[in-house]
């Protein structure tokens, strides 16, 4: 018999560090390919959002500010990127992708496709909004 899905609240949150060495450690561990992406997007977090908590877990990386919780999810697959607004039902307009929770988030496949005003606005936004905690 198949295990039931649990959702994300029976899941025990990361556990924050104002640490950036567990990200950087992270992001040279993503595929070649993939560096130019994850530096990126983690630099328009940096640079956009202050106050920032960092953890990894279940290899995804977490970036959260102290009064939301964790606001951002970053997730390497092979070829792409999801940055995943973990509030992002409630931004305006919210990311195109996901639908079955408050979550929704963009695919990356390149450092170039990618619109940094939009995304920069994305996660200005995310830091406003109650994440997961």
Same mark, same amino acid.
Not at 118 to 132: K, N, Y
């Given at each position: 018999m198949d295990k039931a899905r649990t959702g994300r609240s029976t899941r025990k949150p990361p556990e924050p560090s104002d640490s950036h060495d567990v990200i950087d450690a992270w992001m040279r561990s993503q595929m070649p390919d993939l560096q130019p992406v994850v530096t990126g997007l983690d630099g328009l977090i940096q640079d956009t959002l202050s106050d920032l908590h960092y953890a990894?877990?279940?290899?995804?990386?977490?970036?959260?500010? &102290?009064?939301?919780?964790?606001?951002?999810?970053?997730?390497?697959?092979?070829?792409?990127?999801?940055?995943?607004? $973990?509030?992002?039902?409630? $931004?305006? &307009?919210?990311?195109? $992708?996901?639908?079955?929770?408050?979550?929704?988030? $963009?695919?990356?496949?390149?450092?170039?496709?990618?619109?940094?005003?939009?995304?920069?606005?994305?996660?200005?936004?995310?830091?406003?909004?109650?994440?997961?905690?």
């Open positions: 990894v877990k279940w290899k995804k990386a977490y970036y959260g500010v &102290p009064e939301q919780g964790w606001v951002i999810e970053m997730v390497a697959y092979d070829v792409s990127v999801n940055i995943v607004f $973990l509030g992002g039902a409630d $931004l305006d &307009p919210p990311p195109p $992708l996901g639908d079955s929770d408050r979550s929704r988030y $963009l695919k990356v496949k390149s450092w170039d496709e990618v619109d940094h005003a939009q995304v920069r606005g994305w996660i200005r936004q995310a830091g406003t909004v109650a994440g997961w905690s």
